[in-house]
T-cell receptor, first 116, second 114 residues
Framework: EPEVTQTPSHQVTQMGQEVILRCVPISNHLYFYWYRQILGQKVEFLVSFYNNEISEKSEIFDDQFSVERPDGSNFTLKIRSTKLEDSAMYFC??????????????FGEGSRLTVL | SQQGEEDPQALSIQEGENATMNCSYKTSINNLQWYRQNSGRGLVHLILIRSNEREKHSGRLRVTLDTSKKSSSLLITASRAADTASYFCATDRRLGGGADGLTFGKGTHLIIQP
């Protein structure tokens, strides 16, 4: 069964460093998303991406963050100059249609980021 | 505005009993979805109910939607230990949907006691 894959599963970094989280969405999907979940808290929307551009971003997704689809398969989230409060589980998701229609999101297993 | 607030925050029941979780939301929706998350894992889609539907079934899951009260419930019948997880409701970030993703609630943590 097709699945969303994320790497790395866990990354530890020093405050101020840059990290790149990678995702391979399901191959025929067109919509891509990043969410984050701070331990024990709700799943928060960061950004959605469609047709090679950002569709929407939340207030969390400030200039520190960027996304890219460098080729036909990967979807990356870059966090520049990480802060302690960026420590969280980051989830990539993809869908074949917009959420107003079929709507189901397929999530990866997440990348746990720990900022020291 | 805060969409998708589930209650209770935590629920512990005996195996074989039914588990009911509720979700309330504030604005109009296209559809409402329920997801499950096992500890430390990704979210898994369970069921989607459209705004013009009132009830939907999938296996041991039954979802209801009351748009007049802006609420939904998820019922898991004949619970099993493997149902232990957190359950989230989710709605479109915007009524038009499209590429804007979903807003998730805080979730109900369900524990099934063997």
């Amino acid at each position: 069964e097709p699945e969303v894959t994320q790497t790395p599963s866990h990354q530890v970094t020093q405050m101020g460093q840059e990290v790149i989280l990678r995702c391979v969405p399901i191959s025929n999907h067109l919509y891509f998303y990043w969410y984050r979940q701070i331990l024990g808290q709700k799943v928060e929307f960061l950004v959605s991406f469609y047709n090679n551009e950002i569709s929407e971003k939340s207030e969390i997704f400030d200039d520190q963050f960027s996304v890219e689809r460098p080729d036909g398969s990967n979807f990356t989230l870059k966090i520049r100059s990480t802060k302690l409060e960026d420590s969280a589980m980051y989830f990539c998701a993809s869908s074949s249609s917009g959420t107003g229609f079929a709507g189901e999101l397929f999530f990866g297993e997440g990348s746990r980021l720990t900022v020291l | 505005s805060q969409q998708g607030e589930e209650d209770p925050q935590a629920l512990s029941i005996q195996e074989g009993e039914n588990a009911t979780m509720n979700c309330s939301y504030k604005t109009s929706i296209n559809n409402l979805q329920w997801y499950r998350q096992n500890s430390g894992r990704g979210l898994v889609h369970l069921i989607l109910i459209r705004s013009n539907e009132r009830e939907k079934h999938s296996g041991r899951l039954r979802v209801t939607l009351d748009t007049s009260k802006k609420s939904s419930s998820l019922l898991i019948t004949a619970s099993r230990a493997a149902d232990t997880a957190s359950y989230f409701c989710a709605t479109d970030r915007r009524l038009g949907g499209g590429a804007d993703g979903l807003t998730f609630g805080k979730g109900t943590h369900l524990i099934i006691q063997p």
